[in-house]
């Protein structure tokens, strides 16, 4: 297989992946993009790092709990503005099977 | 010159002013408005200003507040307002097509502070997409410009922000910071910003784009203005659980009465930081150390070499974290829409997001799908989260052996408008200096610390994380020495 069959492949798995059409008049410019971008990212790939836990996040600590007592919640005609299909306080969606 | 004794006041002398006399509150707007509509056609710092009469209805609410004996810490302060905060009523873009008309129902944590202490939003600004960027110019809604010459850019992502501060179109102004983006305009418009200690500050109503790693803060025209507005802002929150629980109550008196000597300061500066940036950048922060060393700061080189890693390690995070958080715009329940009758949920989510999202936003939520994608997830992900740690524990060492770690902000000085906007790479590379204390979470400010070409060049001060009272108090000092604090730009 050609590396260039390979690259198309890779991109329709990540457009796949993100949910983002790669058209095809930018398709090009993408391809090259992001290929100058994982070259960048290469340098992290060669490291050797046995023994190091990643740091997620620098609160390690993990989150809090909030007491479990009724606060206010958001006002269901300002939240349904922004929502241009809905049926009795529901947004409609696509089918998703 | 009259006109602008008032608008280039800083914010802590006119709250005493207009607890003194609340009806000046009014020709403080007044001119302030005049003044938008002066320079906000050269510059574009704003994407949505509320109109003079809504502003003059809150300013009169704040008044009345005042004069029933009410004590506010921000009555009737002009705040512009980073458009990726969320605020009711008031419409919140992200600099994005896929938000270009959604109206939150909900204000942001730091939101509702301010406008309890009497704080007044005057606008939303202009940003690049969600965040990503160092120059305003990925937004849908065109670049904004630099006030010090309207030709270059204003540093970004929160370049709105610093831009309406600079120019006295707002008197403070909100940004957020995930690798630079409040310190790099900061810098390029001569105006002060801080990027808080992770978890001092609430991020409820942030739009989120990297969360491990973004902060709101202050962009301020002097640190004591930033020092108050952090202040407020800051503090627990029961709807941020990464909140730390921690009051910045006193804050701004503290650095007020600060009077931090520079005697025996021990900074220290890491070559990896510093190694490649601008020659004329390099000179003007020189000049600002031999000052503090002249001053009695004994000033030390240090070598880290973990730090060339920093940005791939901090681009991979940023990216997967963002591939993560914007997942959530699927064009269903805000933003753009398009019928969702007789087709598959797959077409629906591919067509809003391939027709909302600007290109930069769409290398990196693609990238990021990348980088977390079976297989890939530990050579990348897993792998720039281990650098992450080996980075944040080597600078909290090096912070455990000297006070502060200095640099310049920016390794360059504002660039052309388009200069390099059309690679990626060019403009990855000049958050070298930024992108550490948000990998870290640990507390920096930049403040002006000289001028290249009439253009300002930002020192960075970076410190242990929860230190925020002797960072700004030791910024206030060298704000003292070096002499820079409420500059007015000259290309408008």
């Known amino acids: ?97 | 010159m009259s006109m602008f004794n008032i608008l280039y006041k800083p914010a802590y002398e006119l709250v005493e002013e207009f607890k003194e006399n609340p009806d000046l509150m009014l020709d403080y707007v007044a001119k302030t408005y005049e003044r938008i509509k002066e320079v906000e056609p050269k510059l574009n710092a704003f994407i949505t200003l509320r109109s003079y009469d809504d502003v003059v209805k809150d300013v009169e609410k704040v008044m009345s507040r005042l004069k029933r004996g009410e004590r506010v810490r921000l009555p009737g302060i002009l705040v512009a307002v980073k458009d990726n905060i969320s605020t009711r009523g008031l419409r919140t873009t992200c600099a994005s097509r896929i938000l270009h008309d959604y109206i939150p129902p909900y204000n942001a944590t730091v939101i509702e502070r301010l406008i309890k202490e009497g704080a007044i939003v005057v606008g939303k600004t202009n940003m690049d997409e969600f965040a990503m960027g160092s120059t305003t110019e990925n937004s849908a809604f065109g670049p904004t410009r630099n006030p010090w010459n309207t030709e270059l850019v204003p540093g970004g992502s929160s370049g709105g922000s610093a831009v309406a501060v600079s120019t006295a179109e707002s008197t403070i102004a909100l940004g957020s910071d995930t690798g630079g983006s409040i310190r790099c305009p900061a810098s390029f418009t001569g105006t002060v910003g801080i990027k808080p200690t992770y978890g001092l500050v609430s991020r409820y109503g942030l739009v989120a784009y990297a969360n491990s790693l973004e902060q709101i803060g202050p962009i301020a025209r002097n640190v004591l203005d930033a020092a108050l507005l952090l202040e407020i802002i800051g503090g627990d929150d029961p709807r941020d659980s990464t909140t730390l629980g921690i009051s910045l109550d006193g804050l701004f008196n503290e650095v007020m009465d600060s009077e931090y000597s520079l005697e025996g300061v021990k900074l220290a500066i890491i070559k990896e930081m510093v190694y490649g940036a601008d020659e004329e950048v390099l000179k003007v922060f020189y000049e600002a150390v031999n000052k503090l060393i002249s001053e009695g700061c004994v000033v030390n080189e240090v070598s880290l070499p973990i730090v060339k890693y920093s940005l791939p390690a901090y681009y991979i995070i940023a990216m997967a974290e963002a591939s993560s958080n914007l997942a959530r715009f699927d064009g269903l329940r805000y933003g753009l829409h398009i019928p969702v009758s007789g087709r598959s949920w797959y077409d629906v989510y591919m067509e809003v997001r391939t027709k909302g999202f600007g290109i930069e936003v769409k290398r990196r939520v693609l990238l990021g799908s990348f980088v977390l994608s079976a297989g890939y997830n530990e050579q990348f992900y897993l792998k720039a989260l281990r650098v992450r740690r080996l980075i944040r524990d080597s600078l909290m060492k090096v912070l455990k052996e000297f006070d502060f770690i200095i640099s310049p902000t920016m390794p360059v000085l504002p660039f052309k408008i388009g200069e390099r906007i059309e690679d990626p790479l060019k403009l990855y590379v000049i958050d070298v200096e930024t992108v550490l204390a948000n990998l870290a979470g640990i507390p920096a400010v930049s403040i002006t610390c000289g001028f290249s070409n009439d253009l300002p060049v930002g020192l960075q001060i970076m410190s242990p994380p929860l230190t925020e009272p002797k960072l700004l108090s030791f910024s206030k000092s060298l704000e003292e020495v070096l002499g820079f604090r409420d500059l007015v730009p000259k290309g408008v």
């Not at chain 1, 590396?3 to 329709?12: I, Q, V």
């Not at chain 1, 490291?47 to 006002?75: M, W």
């Not at chain 1, 009795?88 to 998703?96: A, D, I, L, R, S």
């Open chain 1, 1 to 97: 297989m050609s590396l260039r069959s390979d690259l198309d492949k890779w991109m329709d798995k990540i457009s796949r992946l993100a949910l983002i059409k790669i058209e095809s008049n930018e398709r090009g410019r993408l391809l090259k993009d992001l290929m100058r971008i994982l070259e960048f990212f290469e340098e992290i790939r060669k490291l050797k790092l046995e023994g190091i836990d990643p740091l997620f996040h620098v609160i390690e600590h993990g989150g809090k709990l909030r007491n479990d007592i009724e606060s206010q919640v958001l006002d269901l005609k300002e939240v349904l503005m922004n929502i241009k299909e809905h049926e009795e306080g529901f947004v409609k969606g696509p089918k998703t099977v």
